[in-house]
Each structure stands twice: as structure tokens, then as C-alpha cells.
């Protein structure tokens, strides 16, 4: 055998344990991710205020009612009675743009074990901090997670919750489109425990609870069967919750909501939040138009 040949035999046979090296560290890590590109019902974001609006307190409650309802029996069923008897679920907060985070990764949730180890996940994380409120933002930021979701459904779902209008960041309801348009569900939570004070409680705006879930219906929510819920006490915050999830799982739409929420939405002017930073403007910003 020349030179050459063996220069030529020694570089083939390097290149085939290399190659053979490279199979063995990259497919196990295939093979054996379990948790991936599993079939489930629904993938849902539970994408929550942590502006500067909700203070330690009720971001603490607001915790504690996701991870009770989370774990609730009627909540679990309506995950196991589904056709493929689990769920992707995932736990974001955000408040500004930018101040984004991921609280609890994506996990397959099919048993009342995985909804307690989620839920424990949850009430473990510590506070975020955030100043302004941007629902456009939280919305995109919660779009993004479904690219790396470990499963695959016919329906992905995003609950937004949060206390008080978009003052920052995109228009929501342009952003609420945009995001309507590639196929995503997006229903709403508003929380008003402060009576409205999300609003500011301008002189020019009336202190009503109500205006919070008009706006939610008129600018944040959107896709099929989209809906808002209301919860104005900090002790029925879980119920609500808990009412939302087993609708959102289950796929099916609120029949029973009151006549409020499921009339048309009324003709607000979107960006009453991003107005009221600015409240000298000509023209006092006014939640209809």
C-alpha cells in the first residue's frame, strides 16, 4: 500500500468514528425526549399581569388562585375526559416590554400528580417587576412559546389575565389580530379587586369595574369561542380561574356567562391606556368612543 493509500484509509476511518461518535451522542437525546412531539387536546399559555399595578400581595393571590385551580378535581377531569386525556401547559408573566419571563416551562399535564408538580412550580417562583402595562407585549411573548412547544394539537390558547388596559408596547388589538390570524385563541381574564383602578381612575373616566371586561372583550380577546371572565374579589379569584381552565380545556364555549359578557362588544377606544399616561393631551381620553 502507497503512502497515499494509507493517508487515505487513516482519514476514512477517522471520519467514520467520528461520524459514529456523533450518532451516539445525538440520537439518544431523540429517542429518549419523551416529552416531545406528543398529541394533546389543547396547548395553552397562562399568560399573567405582573406589572406594577398587581403588587406583591396580589401577584401572590393571583398565584395561588392558578396553582389551586390548576389542581382542582373538576379542572383535572376536564383534561382527562379530553381525546387524547392530556394538555401542554405553560406559565408566563409579563409586564413591560421586555420584562418577559417564563415561570413555569412547558409540561405535558395528564394526571393530578402533574397538575400538583405544576402548580408547586408556580407558588416557588418569586415575584417579577415591571412598571408599565403591555398586553401586546405579553401576547407576543406568549405567541413565541408555541415554537417550542413539546407537543402538537388542533388548538393553542392563550389566557391573558391582567388589571388594567395596554399603556405601553404595540396596539393590542392589532397585535390581538395579528395573532387571531395564525390560528391562536385568545381569552381574557380581568381582574378588577381594585374596583377599576387599572383605569386610573381619571376624572373623566367612571370608576366601574365593568369597563376593565369591555375592554377586554373589545381589544385583547379574539378567535373562536374567545371569552372574558370577571373577578372582582380576591376570594373568588380561584373559582374563576378554575371556571376558565375547565372551558378552555374542554373546548367548549360559556354558556352560562352572564348577559354582559356575551353581548357585542361595545365601541371602545382601544388605546385609553397608552392616553391616560399622557392625561393633559388635548382631548381627555374617554374608554368609548
Not at 76 to 104: D, N, S
Not at 209 to 234: K, Q
Request: charged share 20%; with cysteine.
Amino acid at each position: 500500500m502507497t503512502t497515499m493509500c494509507r493517508i487515505a484509509t487513516a482519514v476514512a476511518r477517522g471520519t467514520l468514528s467520528l461520524l459514529m461518535f456523533k450518532f451516539i451522542i445525538v440520537v439518544p437525546e431523540t429517542i429518549y425526549a419523551e416529552d416531545y412531539f406528543q398529541d394533546v387536546d389543547v396547548e395553552l399559555v397562562l399568560a399573567v399581569d405582573a406589572s406594577a399595578s398587581m403588587d406583591a400581595d396580589e401577584q401572590d393571590v393571583q398565584r395561588r388562585g392558578y396553582a389551586q385551580a390548576i389542581q382542582a378535581f373538576d379542572v383535572v377531569r376536564a383534561v382527562r375526559m379530553g381525546p387524547y386525556g392530556r394538555i401542554a401547559l405553560t406559565y408566563v408573566e409579563w409586564g413591560e416590554p421586555g420584562r418577559e419571563r417564563v415561570v413555569v416551562p412547558w409540561m405535558i399535564v395528564a394526571t393530578a400528580e402533574d397538575a400538583q408538580r405544576f402548580a408547586s412550580m408556580i407558588t416557588s417562583a418569586g415575584n417579577s417587576e415591571a412598571e408599565r402595562t403591555s398586553i401586546s407585549s405579553g401576547l407576543l411573548f406568549a405567541a413565541r412559546q408555541f415554537l417550542s412547544s413539546p407537543a402538537r394539537s388542533l388548538r393553542r390558547v392563550i389566557d391573558v389575565s391582567g388589571d388594567g388596559p395596554n399603556n405601553v408596547g404595540p396596539p393590542v388589538d392589532a397585535t390581538r389580530d395579528r395573532l387571531v390570524r395564525q390560528g391562536i385563541v385568545i381569552n381574557g381574564l380581568a381582574i378588577t379587586t381594585k374596583g377599576g383602578e387599572g383605569f386610573g381612575w381619571k376624572p373623566w373616566l367612571p370608576r366601574d369595574p365593568e369597563i376593565l371586561a369591555a375592554y377586554y372583550r373589545a381589544c385583547v380577546i379574539g378567535g373562536a369561542g374567545a371569552f372574558v371572565v370577571s373577578v372582582d374579589r380576591a376570594e373568588r379569584f380561584e373559582a374563576a380561574i378554575r371556571q376558565k381552565l375547565v372551558l378552555e380545556i374542554s373546548g367548549l364555549q360559556p354558556v352560562l356567562m352572564r348577559a354582559a359578557q356575551t353581548n357585542e362588544p361595545l365601541a371602545m377606544d382601544c388605546q385609553v391606556g397608552e392616553k391616560n399616561l399622557h392625561p393633559f393631551d388635548p382631548g381627555h381620553p374617554k374608554p368609548f368612543n
